[in-house]
């Protein structure tokens, strides 16, 4: 189901938190959602889960205001809050049994939908378990079981990776892929934006509660390098002179050093000067092994299009 | 092993709760049968109650004796019901200070479905903590001519009440170590009291009218545990999520006009004559002081959620021009304002009662008029304003702004009239049944000026929406 957010504005005090904004979530689709701390992510979600009312705006789920109608729209939505699950008393399958029940599941039907999420996100081993005896990426394991409970259409996940170790992401990256595959659409909140570069196919952009830009990602990374062409030259040896060189050159703005035998160049004026930046870099005679002109992930267009601010 | 067993008795009966069950209550009975201080202390209770019984068996059966062993008896009782009471208390708090509460209202439940599964909890823990602390005290009250009756529920109330505030002071706030000085307090207060009721007036409901003091009891005793819950269910605010804290507080205010209008039928009808002095004027005092705090705070939240600065009423705007635009300033000002009100008031009620002024005259009375005019003038402007603003439709605000002014009318005319009767529930007509000259005069200025108040905020505020 398409989800259209619609001039959206939401203030707490003097502080805007979100300033009329719009953008688009087609079916199916995993939707990456970046900005700075405090760009009002966690505002925008929290009111599409029906959580905080805006001052002024519509969420539309296909034909129904999800502002208005929360209650109708409750079954199809799962949010997972950036906070984890927590407590001392409260046993995994107990935490899962308890939102199964609040979604009307009952007997037959809880337990077959517990054992299928527990499934899903490797949980078979943990429900005896108390909450706060799990490690962060268990507690991640479970808020994501219990999202999944009632099978909802739309995934709306506030930070779904933070703190998680690199495995944890992997994993929950393809569990996403996995959903996306079932036809969920996701919107996802990230601060690490290369867990999102291989999985997403759009992006929304969200600076001082503002949309600074969104759309397929492969537009997005298109606009971005058309202003920003670089390329990674990968060498067989790479010392400080060959730095230099390179940094001399007519046609480059700057080069770093990237890796151990790689440096990331950027050309001056763009796309246009691209061959003829290329060429000059070849008369220099280096022993260059690849070149390779990366497409804008994530990361760039997002630092591309945010200034850091917060308000 | 005693922790294995423990646990695994609790993971029997976790799942065992049948689906039929409301899924809060399922939640708190197994958040509750988890905090191992509920076993402790039921098995603390229960081997006392042996004890005390073989030895009230063996000794000598004096009124003393039994009077002692019953003290001693409460005292360690309470204490072990008060700790199981806390837990689950300080798990709802838990639940609303972090995003627990607020993830339910991402479900079906709806706001009614998790207030009322959290009052169904409550119920079941303290019915089974008065059920297993009942046998001792029975058993040795059977030995008087006492119905056993009259003392099980006047325990009965007076936990309810004691347990009641302690819930609402538990759940309320956010800093562990202020509510447990706080919870102490209480319980050494309230605790001892009880105690005193219960073992040297045991006969108390004789005493008086028997229906009148239990009665009030149980009132307010309903009324504290309903605050406790609503207020723990996130009454004024399930935090960070506004759009939830309407329900909440709709239905709060609805269970606040309710028992308060109950206890005011009691109030008027059972003990009229004592209203303005000793007890009855206390009781009406704070519970003048109750809706004045509550409606002060709802004022403020309102005024923070809609942002309105600059308030046509002009009680506010006095207030809100002394004390500039930080909400807490005018919080404390507006509680500062009601509290030495309601200290002129008891003042005013303490010298009537000491010089046996007569209270049917008009200028005793007059004593008390003026603070309490402004006391329910600002309690009223408040509610009418939070009610404005709770309620997009007009009709449901003019309906609960007229319950609130008869709430509000009837607070402060049984402060200033010591016999109001029980008309004054429909205050502003209740004077055209009274022969009384004055009466007739003074609440129907009132009420002409009340009813002028209420046009004037229902049209400036609502509009603002
Ligand atoms: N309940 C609240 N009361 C007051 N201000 C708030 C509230 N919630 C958010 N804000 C403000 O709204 C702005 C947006 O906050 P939000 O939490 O949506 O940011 P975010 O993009 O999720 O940030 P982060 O990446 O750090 O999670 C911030 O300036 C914040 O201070
Ligand atoms: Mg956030």
Redesign the interface.
Known sequence: MNIEVCELSKSFGDTKALDRISFFLPEGAIVGFVGPNGAGKTTAIRIMAGLEQPDSGKVMLGNLNMIEYPDQVRAQIGFMPDSMPDSDVIRVWEYLDFYARAFGLRGQAKSSAISRVAEFTNLASLPDKMLSELSKGMKQQVSLARVLLHDPKILLLDEPAAGLDPRARIELRACLVKLAQEGKTIFISSHVLSDLDDIATGAVIIEKGKIVSHGKLTDLSASAAGEFCRIVLSLLELNEQILEQINGLELVESAIKSSNKQIMVKIKGGTANYHSAMVQIFMTGLPIIRTERPDAGIEEIFLKSTKGEVN | MAHFKLSSFA?TI?HSLA??LN?VL??DI??SL??RSLYYCTVLVIFLQVLLFVLNHWSVRDNDSVNTILRFYLMIYLFCAYVPILSLSQ?WR?ERC???L?????????PWQIISGRIQAFGVLWFTLLVVGMPLPAYLICQEPVTVFSIINSLFMFTAIFFGISFFVNTGGKRTELLNILSVFIFLIAGSHIINAFVSGRNFARAYQWISEPLIVIYFSVLCILLAILYGAGGFKPI?????WIPHFALFLAFLSVPFALSFFVFHSVITVETASGWGGVFLTIYGVIVVSFATLANVRIT?RC?LDRPKNPLLRIIYWLCGPSAVARYSFGMLLMLAGCAIVCYGQGVITENGLNYDKFNDRGLLFLPSLVMCAWCYSCLTRGICSIFRQKSLSVLFSIIAFTQVINVFSSIVDGDAKIFSLFSPFASLFFDAYELIIWQGSFSLIMSLWLIYTLRHESRRQ
């Open positions: 993971d976790s689906d039929s899924p399922v939640k197994r958040e988890r905090s798990n838990k972090s995003d627990a607020a993830l339910e209202h991402t479900t079906p439940l709806t960070r999520s506004n759009r939830y923070e942002r």
